[in-house]
């Protein structure tokens, strides 16, 4: 069973502050998408990323893919009140099977 | 944007009695997808659905759960008897089947609650 761990759960910053947010597998991972849920919706695709050691900026957001295609991270620079949410990471098995497995998420507050 | 539109946001029914889960996926989209979120836990994978038969389904998909495309735009998840534990936030998706890069859209979910 592949797991992705996310972390921090919780995360509370100022205004303006950088924040960097974890998620990690020991298992290999196809493709790598992060997710924004806001709160009675679905889950939003932010990115995809499908290659080790992939970089994808997004705006103020920089999403990485690890060198093994195990572990991403997702930065957000200059943090604003908009940015507050929860975001989930989820994986593609690399085995071609087309079922996402989810993180925990990571329920992001910025304070004005 | 496009949608995936879901009905109806809110469900509730008694344990033992059958529930349709109704979908309508972006018209062009060929996979079409069951997902589940119990609250306070992970968005877990169900079924996923192309070419008229399901693709892949998780172990949660038992023989209680049954999906259709009974017509050209709705996809529908029928669970037969309900149980307490099937009370979760369902979110049907769907993906235009491109490859790993594609982009997989939400819907806002029917909330289920099993009294």
């Known amino acids: 069973t592949q797991l992705l761990e996310q972390s921090p759960q919780f995360l509370s910053i100022q205004e303006g502050e950088n924040l960097t947010v974890y998620c990690n597998s020991s298992s290999v991972f196809s493709s790598l998408q992060w997710y924004r849920q806001e709160p009675g919706e679905g889950p939003v695709l932010l990115v995809t990323?499908?290659?080790?050691?992939e970089v994808k900026k997004l705006k103020r957001l920089t999403f990485q893919f690890g060198d093994a295609r195990k572990d991403s991270s997702l930065h957000i620079t200059a943090a604003q009140t908009g940015d507050t949410g929860l975001y989930l990471c989820?994986?593609?098995?690399?085995?071609?099977?087309?079922?996402?497995?989810f993180g925990s998420g990571t329920r992001l507050q910025v304070q004005p | 944007e496009p949608e995936v539109t879901q009905t109806p946001s809110h469900q509730v029914t008694q344990m033992g009695q059958e529930v349709i889960l109704r979908c309508v996926p972006i018209s062009n989209h060929l996979y079409f997808y069951w997902y589940r979120q119990i609250l306070g836990q992970k968005v877990e994978f169900l079924v996923s659905?192309?070419?008229?038969?399901?693709?892949?389904k998780s172990e949660i998909f038992d023989d209680q759960f049954s999906v259709e495309r009974p017509d050209g735009s709705n996809f529908t998840l029928k669970i037969r008897s309900t149980k307490l534990e099937d009370s979760a936030m369902y979110f049907c998706?769907?993906?235009?089947?491109?490859?790993?890069?594609?982009?997989?859209?939400f819907g806002s979910g029917t909330q289920l609650s099993v009294l």
């Open positions: 989820a994986g593609a098995a690399d085995t071609g099977r087309r079922a996402l497995t």
């Open positions: 990323v499908v290659t080790g050691g």
């Open positions: 659905f192309y070419n008229n038969e399901i693709s892949e």
């Open positions: 998706a769907s993906s235009e089947g491109t490859g790993r890069n594609e982009k997989l859209f």
